[in-house]
């Protein structure tokens, strides 16, 4: 009977096998638990482990036991005490959680249990995903996938091909053997000839001797030679794999401060956290912008103090540019989420309107609006309105407080049936 001995390193004091278990079968409490959690946690912080808290009557299983057996009779009375309506008052003394003391009840503690840095990223992000991921290319990155390539002369057992083989044995045979098959062919005609002529056999020992010798010549000829062996062949070539980037674009304006820099900001770390962590390859593209947009790094994009004036079409004219250089639609899963607090140079909105109508929306995937602080929606924020009631793929919310942002994060990005 074979013996599987799991050799892999566990951290101090645990069990890798006995956590994986225990997180498959605790699934929903466990997200349940996250979610409580998220609550309570910045969300420029989300980026670590959790110690999370599931109640003890969540990890009752149930169990075969012995019941009483037989047949039995049994006669219930009725009480003295209750008639159908009354209510039954909630008995006095505690649990095991109760506030204070008391020498009646009993109970357990909740299971407390810590979540590690990639495991709580792992629920907190696990329904969620890009809308409409459908484009395919060939990635720059090294995937690869292994395709038949034909045959080898040299391979491994599993892979001979028996067929392949013994045709290339009976080819070499053939091509070694045909001239000592025409010749041993003539000698044999020969001497049916002779012996037809009545010839004696002291005459004909030297023609049979030769034809013997041809004979054992071609029986000297292996069957199967190692030359003949042939090995499917397996090659890796590039896999087509998908490919998405996002455009990330942030007004930095003077009419946004530094509270509704701080909400924007909490939003584009939680996407941009998003994106690298479950999409290897997609791209991620910053763009700031007051009246003039200019593409940046994260650091900058996240915590340059830069600001101006308000003329948004300039981050959509710049993006527009960008995609058209180096992101072609017909390669690209095309993203874009754009915060700002809606105060635009009036007569701007309009184009920022006619610029996703007309040239951007039909190519991409899917646009999202975040408005900051929209308690008196201005211009923008109007504008777009006309513009979501056309494009299935564009979506827009409102965050006004820091417990809006993950709410407003998951409807904008949870998995569509």
């Known amino acids: 009977m074979s013996q599987i001995i799991d050799r892999r390193l566990n951290p101090k004091h645990k069990s890798a096998v006995n ?49 009483p057996g037989g047949r039995r009779e049994i006669v219930h009375p009725g009480n003295k005490e209750f ?10 003394g505690g649990g095991g959680q109760a506030s204070r003391a008391s020498n009646q009840g009993e109970g357990l503690d909740d ?26 290319r060939l990635a720059k990155e090294s995937a690869y996938k292994s395709v038949p390539a034909g045959f080898s002369k040299d391979g491994v057992p599993p892979n001979l091909h028996v067929i392949r083989s013994l045709r290339q044995a009976y080819a070499r045979r053939i091509a070694l053997t045909a001239a000592t098959r025409r010749k041993l062919k003539e ?9 037809a002529a009545g010839a004696s056999e002291d005459e004909l020992i030297e023609l049979r001797q030769e034809i013997a010798r041809l004979k054992a010549r071609i029986e000297a000829v292996p069957f199967l030679d ?20 996002m455009f990330c674009i942030m007004d930095v ?41 200019k593409e ?18 300039s981050a959509l004219e710049l993006m527009l540019e960008i995609m058209q250089k180096r992101y072609p639609s017909q390669d690209w899963n095309l993203y874009a989420a754009q915060a700002s607090d809606g105060d635009n140079w009036p007569e701007d909105s309009g184009n920022c309107a006619r610029l996703l109508d007309e040239r951007i929306l039909p190519h991409l995937q899917y646009y999202a609006y ?39 994060f998951r409807e904008l990005f949870k998995k569509r049936a």
């Open 187 to 195: 000698l044999e005609a020969e001497l049916q000839a002779r012996l």
């Open 111 to 136: 299971f407390v249990f810590e979540l590690s840095r990639d495991e709580f990223l792992e629920f907190f992000f696990e329904d969620l995903e890009l809308p409409d991921l459908v484009k395919t």
């Open 19 to 67: 956590r994986q278990r225990f997180l498959k079968r605790f699934r929903a409490q466990i997200r349940k638990a996250v979610a409580d959690a998220i609550d309570g946690r910045s969300i420029t912080d989300i980026d670590s482990g959790e110690k999370i808290t599931i109640p003890a009557k969540d990890l009752s299983e149930p169990f075969f036991h012995h019941g």
């Open 226 to 245: 190692t030359l003949d062996l042939r090995y499917r062949n397996r090659i890796q070539i590039p896999k087509p794999t998908t490919q998405a980037v």
């Open 296 to 313: 940046v790094d994260e650091e900058e994009f996240f915590y340059s103090r830069e600001t101006g004036g308000t003329v948004v079409s």
């Open 370 to 408: 975040i408005e900051i602080d929209n308690e008196y929606p201005l211009g923008l924020w109007q504008e777009y309105e006309k513009i979501a009631s056309r494009w299935p793929n564009f979506a827009m919310q409102a965050i006004d407080e820091p417990a809006d942002i993950y709410p407003v």
């Open 83 to 92: 008639v159908t309506g009354d209510r039954i008052p909630r008995p006095k």
């Open 253 to 293: 304006s003077g009419s946004m401060d530094q509270y509704k820099k701080s909400l924007a900001k909490r939003f584009f770390l939680l996407l941009y956290l998003f994106l690298t962590r479950n999409y290897e390859r997609t791209d991620v593209v910053f763009i700031r912008h007051h009246t003039v947009a």
